[in-house]
């Protein structure tokens, strides 16, 4: 039985469907692609733009865990020229709404991806990752307390051409994220993705991120706090969902829209499918 309509907007942007692609998770999008992994999907979220290329850590990169896995990606990307260059073209003929994650050092530089990401064709919104673990040891602009959130909120909103969506990606903190949703709010956000790993060790001592199903209920009780606490607010839930019956949970407890992130690593296809369950048509 579908428990909901298959679309929805936020900030004014239709989708096709709630279930969008989490950053980080799909690639460049052209891998999901080629097994029908983007069928359906109301979005796609890239992998996290800086303004410099960054190479990443080296050495592995994830580990898997019992209730999901652990990663220390470093924000691997090939920088923002490069970006626009390879990256952005295709998904603008692969006719998907693309939301583009970024990240930046200083408020400058988060102006700047405004202003150059926002004129480029393709590009249907921004979502602001706030809530990288161990951010500032890489040397990004430290959003772990609210009104700093809300600094690099306003630096984008000032320079982000109208009609480009503005999400605003903040950590699931329990004690705190009323509090920072609210503050990204006032600050121009469009809407707020509740998500990102929670903060974990890699086998090797080294610090990383914790993604998958052990994040879920962590995740729908932060959905179900900022909801509560500002019902106007779109909300966009990450964080453990593989399949329609999650969305659907996450839709239950004030989600507009769900991303589906570190179960593609193992089916490729289940961003699709739930999707596709959604409009009943499995």
């Known amino acids: 039985m579908t428990a909901t309509a298959p679309e929805v907007a936020i900030a004014g942007l239709a989708l096709a469907s709630p279930v969008l692609v989490a950053a980080g998770c799909g690639g460049t999008g052209r891998e999901l692609a080629a097994l029908d992994g983007l069928t ?21 990169r994830v580990h898997e ?32 709404r693309t939301v583009v994650s970024v990240a930046a050092s200083s408020l400058g530089e988060y102006a700047d991806l405004a202003r150059r990401l926002g004129d480029s064709p393709g590009v249907d919104g921004l979502e602001l990752d706030l809530a990288t673990p161990d951010g500032p040891a890489l040397g990004l602009f430290d959003t772990r ?15 982000l051409p109208r009609g480009t969506a503005l999400l605003a990606k903040v950590g699931h903190d329990p004690l705190r994220v009323v509090e920072t949703a609210r503050a990204v709010a006032e600050a121009g956000a469009d809407a707020v993705v509740l998500g990102n790993a929670l903060p974990a060790l890699l086998p090797d001592g080294r610090p990383g991120g914790l993604s998958g199903p052990a994040v879920r209920p962590v995740a729908l009780r932060t959905v179900a706090e900022v909801h509560a606490a500002l019902p106007g607010l779109p909300l966009v839930g990450a964080g453990g969902a ?9 839709l239950a407890a004030g989600a507009t829209a769900v991303q589906i992130g570190a179960a593609l690593l193992h089916d490729p296809t289940c961003a699709a499918r739930a999707a596709a369950d959604l409009r009943g048509e499995t």
């Open 65 to 96: 865990t019992d209730a999901g896995f652990v990663h220390a990606t470093g924000l691997a990307n090939p920088g923002l020229h490069q970006f626009l260059a390879t990256e952005l073209p295709w998904l603008a003929a692969a006719d998907v």
């Open 242 to 250: 593989a399949g329609a019956d999650h969305v659907r949970a996450f």
């Open 145 to 159: 307390e609210p009104f700093q959130a809300a600094r690099a909120v306003a630096a984008v909103r000032r320079d």
């Open 40 to 60: 359906g999907v109301g979005g796609f979220v890239t992998r996290t733009i800086t303004l410099d290329p960054r190479e990443g850590h080296p050495g592995r």
